[in-house]
C-alpha cells in the first residue's frame, strides 16, 4: 500500500497538471484550485509515508520496481530512505506553499503557470525517490525546464537573461555528470556480468553496493559529478547564476528554487560522490571543505552588501547552502547528520523568506531596503513571521536552525578545526545581516513608498495558510530534532560504513568516526 503511495505521490502531480490544463470555467480559479487540490494530495501521500516510515531500517523502503524499458534493463524503481525521506516532505510542503503565494499574484496564462509548477514537483520528487540511475537522470535534468520557463514567462524585467544563465549554466555542468554516471555504469555491467551477479545495470542500491573503481576512475568520476552537483548547489565558484535567477524569479519560483532545487546538488554529493567514490571522496575533502567555507564568508559580505531585500536573500543561500555541503563533507556521522538537516532548515527557512517578500513586494512594488520602514506597525502579523523564520535562519536556539549548524561545526571540528572556526564566523554574520534588515524594514519610523490606495493590509488568511505549517516546522525541528535525526541515521552511518571501507592512508578521519560511534 505503502509503496503505491510512494508512486502516487510523484505522479500525481503530473496528472494535477493535465488536469489543470483542461480545466474549464473561470481562467484563473479554476487552474489554481485545481493546482491546490494536486499538490495538497502529494503533501497527504508524503505525510503518510512519514508516519509508515521504519527508523530502524537503513536501506530503501517501499520499494515499487516496474519494467519502463526492458530491453535494455532501465526500469521505474522507486524507493526512500532516511535521506530522501525529509527531502520527499520538504517537497511537498513547498509545493502547497508555492501554490498558495501565487493565488493573487498571477493572473495571466495561469492554466500554464500551475501546470508548470506541478511539473516542476513532480521532477523535484522523482529526483529524492529514484533508485534506477537512468531515472534520476531524467528527473534530474527535466525539472531545468519547467523552471526555465517560469522564470522566462513570469519573472521580472531581466527575466529572460536569468532564464538563459540558469539553464546554460546548469545544462552544461549536467552533461559532465552524464559522462560520469554512464562510466560507472558501464564499469558495473561489466564487473557484475564477470562475476554472474543477478543484479539489474542501472540499479542504484546495486551499483553503490557491488562496483568497484580504482583510485584514479574514482577521482575522474568525483569531478564529472561534481561538476554537474555543485552549480546545481551552487559551490563556490559555481554560483553567480543563482543571485540573477532569484531576483526575477517570480515568487514561487523562487521558493521552489532555494527550497528544494539547491537541494538537488547536495544529494547528488551524498548519494553519489560519497557513496560511490569513498577514496576520491576523502582525496577532495580539503577542496570542497575550503570552497564551502569560501562561500559561507563570501555570500554572508555579499549580502551585507544589498540594497534589495530579495537579493540579500538570494545571497544567504549561498552561505548556508556552503553549511550544507561543510557538513557532508566532514565525512562523519555527525557532520553528515547535521548537513542533512540543515539542508531541511534551509529549505523551510528561506523558501519561507521568499514568500514573505513576494507578499511585501505585492504590497508596495518595491523591495528596496532604503524605501522601507517600520513596517511592524502597519503589518503586525507579518512582521511576526519574517521575524520568526529570521530566529530560524541564523541558528537562534530552540528552533530548526541552531541544530543543523551545531551538528555541522562538530562534525567538522573533529576533521579539521579551522574550517570550522571560520565557519563560525559566517554564523556571526548571517545573524549580523538579517537582524540589521530586520531592523531597517520593520522597526523605527513608518517609512513607505507611494502606493495606489489606502493603507496597506495586513496577511490574509491564505497567507497565514502558506508560511504557519513552515513556521511549525522550524518549531518541531528545533524542540524534537531527534524525530528527525533517527529517521535519517541508519541511511547515514551506512554511508560513514562505505567511506571506511578504503585503503588505509584514506580512512584516517572515518575511522575515528566509526570507532566513536
Not at 77 to 103: K, M, Q
Request: with cysteine; proline share 5%.
Amino acid at each position: 500500500m505503502l509503496s503505491f503511495l510512494l508512486m502516487l505521490m510523484v505522479l500525481e502531480p503530473l496528472i494535477g497538471a493535465v488536469a489543470v490544463m483542461v480545466s474549464r470555467g473561470d481562467s484563473v480559479r479554476g487552474p489554481r484550485a485545481v493546482a491546490l487540490i494536486s499538490s495538497c494530495i502529494s503533501l497527504v501521500c508524503a505525510v503518510i509515508v512519514v508516519v509508515g516510515f521504519d527508523p530502524g531500517v537503513a536501506g530503501p523502503q517501499m520499494p515499487t520496481c516496474k519494467e519502463w524499458l526492458p530491453g535494455v534493463g532501465i526500469e521505474f524503481h522507486l524507493g526512500i530512505d532516511g535521506i530522501s525521506l525529509w527531502l520527499v516532505a520538504l517537497t511537498s510542503l513547498l509545493s502547497v506553499t508555492a501554490v498558495l503565494v501565487s493565488w493573487e499574484s498571477v493572473r495571466e496564462r495561469t492554466r500554464g503557470y500551475y501546470a508548470l509548477l506541478l511539473l516542476l514537483e513532480t521532477g523535484m520528487l522523482g529526483v529524492f525517490v529514484a533508485l534506477d540511475v537512468v531515472l534520476f537522470y531524467i528527473f534530474f535534468e527535466f525539472t531545468l525546464i519547467p523552471l526555465f520557463f517560469l522564470i522566462g514567462i513570469w519573472g521580472g524585467p531581466e527575466r529572460k537573461l536569468a532564464a538563459r544563465k540558469f539553464f546554460i549554466f546548469t545544462l552544461a555542468g549536467s552533461v559532465l555528470t552524464l559522462l560520469g554516471l554512464i562510466y560507472v555504469v558501464v564499469v558495473f555491467h561489466a564487473q557484475a556480468t564477470r562475476a554472474g551477479l543477478p543484479v539489474s545495470p542501472f540499479s542504484i542500491p546495486d551499483i553503490v553496493q557491488h562496483v568497484r573503481l580504482s583510485t584514479s576512475e574514482q577521482w575522474w568520476v568525483f569531478l564529472a559529478l561534481m561538476a554537474g552537483f555543485a552549480i546545481k548547489v551552487p559551490l563556490f565558484p559555481f554560483h553567480t547564476w543563482l543571485p540573477l535567477a532569484h531576483v526575477e524569479a517570480p515568487t514561487a519560483g523562487s521558493v521552489i528554487l532555494a527550497g528544494v532545487l539547491l537541494k538537488i546538488g547536495t544529494y547528488g554529493f551524498l548519494r553519489f560522490n560519497l557513496s560511490l567514490l569513498p577514496a576520491a571522496s576523502q582525496h577532495f575533502l580539503g577542496l570542497i571543505a575550503v570552497l564551502a567555507v569560501i562561500g559561507i564568508i563570501y555570500g554572508a559580505l555579499v549580502a551585507l552588501a544589498q540594497d534589495k531585500i530579495k537579493k540579500l536573500v538570494a545571497y544567504s543561500s549561498v552561505s548556508h547552502l556552503g553549511f550544507c555541503m561543510l557538513g557532508l563533507f566532514a565525512l562523519n556521522t555527525v557532520g553528515i547528520s547535521g548537513g542533512v538537516l540543515q539542508m531541511i532548515n534551509h529549505g523551510l527557512s528561506t523558501g519561507a523568506l521568499f514568500a514573505l517578500v513576494g507578499m511585501l513586494y505585492e504590497r508596495y512594488h518595491t523591495l528596496e531596503i532604503k524605501s522601507l520602514g517600520g513596517l511592524a506597525r502597519r503589518l503586525p502579523v507579518l512582521t511576526f513571521f519574517f521575524v520568526f523564520i529570521t530566529l530560524s535562519s541564523i541558528g537562534l536556539p530552540g528552533l530548526n536552525g541552531f541544530v543543523g549548524e551545531f551538528l555541522v561545526l562538530v562534525g567538522m571540528f573533529q576533521v579539521n578545526r579551522m574550517f570550522a572556526a571560520v565557519a563560525a564566523v559566517g554564523i556571526i554574520l548571517g545573524a549580523f545581516y538579517m537582524l540589521w534588515l530586520v531592523q531597517r524594514v520593520f522597526f523605527g519610523p513608518l517609512r513607505e513608498p507611494p502606493h495606489d490606495g489606502g493603507p496597506v493590509s495586513d496577511m490574509n488568511w491564505r497567507e497565514i495558510a502558506a508560511l504557519a505549517p513552515i513556521a511549525a516546522a522550524c518549531l518541531w525541528i528545533g524542540l524534537f530534532p531527534n524525530f528527525f535525526l533517527n529517521r535519517m541515521e541508519p541511511a547515514v552511518r551506512q554511508v560513514v560504513q562505505r567511506l571506511h571501507q578504503l585503503p588505509p592512508k584514506f580512512s584516517a578521519h572515518v575511522k575515528m568516526d566509526v570507532e566513536h560511534d
